[in-house]
């Protein structure tokens, strides 16, 4: 089991920055990766960043540049450093940890959520 908040959210004029904050809990060896999502109103839920445990990144071409997912081991926590921000970034910030289940039917993967952190973004 695995435990994720989110913090770090909040209403920032265009071309400022933010970083937002996931605190993971629990079994926290199960994971192999994690990774921000974010969903706009009337649009669908997208991936933002992801970082495998053995440190591979991927980001959403829409945020190349100027974000950054990164993790302090010590802390337990990961990041996303968001720069020159812009109104289309604004929408609610999922934090997601994945791990591996081995089932009857073969390996198969569990995706775990946080509450969400708001983020708004004025012109």
């Known amino acids: 089991q695995v435990q994720l908040v989110e913090s770090g959210g909040g209403l920032v004029t265009a071309g400022g920055s933010l970083r937002l904050s996931c605190a993971v809990s629990?079994?926290?060896?199960?994971?192999?990766?994690m990774g921000w999502y974010r969903q706009a109103p009337g649009k669908q839920r997208e991936s933002v960043a992801t970082?495998?445990?053995?440190?591979?990144?991927t980001y959403a071409d829409s945020v190349k540049g100027r974000f950054t997912i990164s993790r302090d081991n010590a802390k337990n926590t990961v990041y996303l450093q968001m720069n020159s921000l812009k109104p289309e970034d604004t929408g609610v910030y999922y934090c997601?940890?994945?791990?591996?289940?081995?089932?009857?039917?073969?390996?198969?993967?569990?995706?775990?959520w946080g509450q969400g952190t708001q983020v708004t973004v004025s012109s």
């Open positions: 629990g079994s926290r060896f199960s994971i192999d990766a």
């Open positions: 997601n940890a994945r791990t591996p289940v081995i089932g009857a039917s073969g390996p198969y993967r569990r995706d775990y």
């Open positions: 970082r495998t445990n053995g440190g591979v990144t």
